[in-house]
């Protein structure tokens, strides 16, 4: 009977995980969310995690605060579920103004702008670099960062034209 079975909560997040080294197209994105739509899904333990092409890593209920805890159980994808894709790899640019005028000193705080610059670019990459925690679960979560940094200058420098992506480890981001 219908009343007997526990009714199942709504899901209001998830977070899947895609196969490494492996491009997952938006349609194939867009099919898991289509055949899983008012289906069951529930996270997969840590220890179960495989090669699968794509990985539930974590599924939040409706209004989920991060001080509260997530009993893993099966929730139900339903059409207003927000569904987070997380990769391996992330590839960045990042452009930045070194044209004379940011050798000017800023009146509010004293400092000359171009020193800002290179302040606001250690942070960005510090925050790139973090692990975080996939809400809702105990995965602590560190992709591969590739950064390309531009440098836009009126000064003729070559070595400004160079780009490339190079994978950022861990290591001291002090200017």
């Given at each position: 009977?219908?009343?007997?079975?526990?009714?199942?909560?709504?899901a209001?997040?998830?977070?899947?995980?895609?196969?490494?080294?492996?491009r997952i197209?938006?349609?194939?994105?867009?099919?898991?969310?289509?055949?899983?739509?008012h289906?069951?899904?529930?996270?997969?333990?840590?220890e179960?995690?495989?090669?699968?092409?794509?990985?539930?890593?974590?599924?939040?209920?409706?209004?989920w605060?991060p001080?509260?805890?997530?009993?893993?159980r099966?929730?139900?994808?339903?059409?207003?579920?927000?569904?987070?894709?997380?990769?391996?790899?992330?590839?960045?640019?990042?452009?930045?103004?070194l044209?004379?005028?940011?050798g000017?000193?800023?009146?509010?705080?004293?400092e000359i702008l171009?020193d800002?610059?290179?302040?606001?670019?250690?942070?960005?990459l510090?925050?790139?670099?973090r692990?975080?925690?996939?809400?809702?679960?105990?995965?602590?979560?560190?992709?591969?960062?590739?950064?390309?940094?531009?440098?836009?200058?009126?000064i003729?420098?070559?070595?400004?034209?160079?780009?490339g992506?190079?994978?950022?480890?861990?290591?001291?981001?002090?200017?």
């Amino acid at each position: 009977k219908a009343s007997e079975s526990p009714e199942v909560e709504e899901a209001g997040q998830v977070f899947l995980l895609m196969k490494k080294d492996y491009r997952i197209s938006r349609n194939v994105r867009l099919a898991w969310f289509l055949s899983h739509l008012h289906q069951t899904v529930q996270a997969t333990p840590q220890e179960m995690l495989s090669e699968q092409e794509l990985e539930v890593l974590s599924v939040l209920p409706p209004g989920w605060q991060p001080d509260e805890p997530v009993v893993p159980r099966p929730f139900l994808i339903v059409p207003s579920t927000r569904v987070t894709f997380l990769a391996w790899q992330y590839r960045f640019v990042i452009e930045l103004d070194l044209s004379p005028s940011t050798g000017i000193v800023d009146d509010s705080t004293g400092e000359i702008l171009f020193d800002e610059v290179f302040h606001a670019l250690s942070r960005c990459l510090g925050g790139l670099l973090r692990p975080f925690r996939v809400p809702g679960s105990c995965i602590d979560f560190q992709p591969e960062i590739y950064v390309t940094i531009r440098l836009l200058s009126i000064i003729g420098l070559q070595s400004h034209q160079r780009q490339g992506f190079t994978m950022l480890g861990r290591l001291a981001l002090n200017f």
